[in-house]
């Protein structure tokens, strides 16, 4: 798994899982009682991103023991640890306004890697890619570090080799608890197959100097600017494809006008 910073940090072995989950819990005094902590080890063992599956869960089980909740009460009050996970991010995401609800929706939706006869994954995108021709860039920004800061941590931020800062979904249990997550999914499969191969064809345009020849034609041009009217916000690049797409057409007929007007004069001088 990946810590904050973007580097590679080593799974823990079981032992190391059971010490992480019991020993803040002892303490705080409230020592966990030993069939949770198995059940806390089973259901994050092996996998990538436990810490923040374990915080979740930690967290909605110290909120129940004020509540007098018992652990076990609790957890199946959530639904497990991948429930845990998914109650934090429905809280989060009911905290911010509409217009930030609408970015974190684009957000997840740009971060899921649709599965073909699979199951949907997790994506990792640099965060510029996930920036709107609509949106102010902070805002986007503000929206992630609601989601990605420590005491949450259900995306995960880092910078590569390359420098390029990056998103990604912080663990998979989300796409199987979190049910607005996959509503939006289902409502938007097909857009979001059309949107990813928009994008890759406008980043092959840029990466190869813009040329015409890989400029869509219609009734492509006409697919994308429906689809434009439809989902209103487009990445940068992938608006600038469409901008040039729409420059491409007018010139296009502008041409054929000339060249009607032009056919036109003759007939008329030469009589006909």
Not at 63 to 87: C, F, H, N, R, S
Request: charged fraction near 25%; hydrophobic fraction near 35%.
């Amino acid at each position: 798994m990946f810590s904050r910073q973007g580097f590679l940090v080593p799974a823990m072995n079981e032992e190391e899982l059971r010490q992480i989950i019991a020993k803040p819990a002892e303490l705080a005094g409230h020592p966990l009682d030993e069939a949770t902590i198995y059940v806390l080890a089973e259901d994050t063992k092996g996998r990538e991103g436990a810490l923040p599956l374990l915080q979740c869960a930690l967290n909605c089980i110290w909120k129940g023991l004020a509540k007098g909740m018992t652990p076990a009460q609790t957890l199946d009050q959530i639904g497990g640890v991948g429930g845990a996970m998914a109650g934090e991010a429905q809280e989060v995401y009911d905290s911010l306004k509409p217009s930030e609800q609408a970015i974190a929706r684009r957000l997840f939706l740009g971060l899921v890697q649709l599965g073909e006869g699979t199951k949907d994954t997790r994506r990792r995108v640099a965060i510029d890619c996930l920036i709107s021709h609509q949106d102010h860039p902070e805002q986007v920004k503000r929206v992630i570090h609601q989601f990605s800061e420590p005491e949450v941590r259900l995306i995960t931020c880092s910078t590569p080799y390359n420098g390029t800062e990056t998103a990604e979904i912080t663990h998979e249990a989300l796409f199987d608890h979190w049910q607005l997550l996959n509503q939006w999914v289902e409502q938007s499969r097909s857009d979001l197959r059309f949107q990813r191969r928009l994008e890759d064809d406008a980043e092959y345009w840029e990466q190869n100097g813009r040329p015409e020849g890989c400029l869509w034609r219609p009734p492509e041009l006409n697919v994308l600017r429906q689809h434009q009217e439809r989902v209103g916000a487009l990445i940068t690049i992938a608006m600038e494809f469409l901008r040039h797409l729409s420059t491409l057409k007018r010139f296009g007929n502008s041409r054929k006008f000339s060249a009607k007007s032009r056919s036109g004069n003759n007939n008329f001088r030469d009589g006909r």
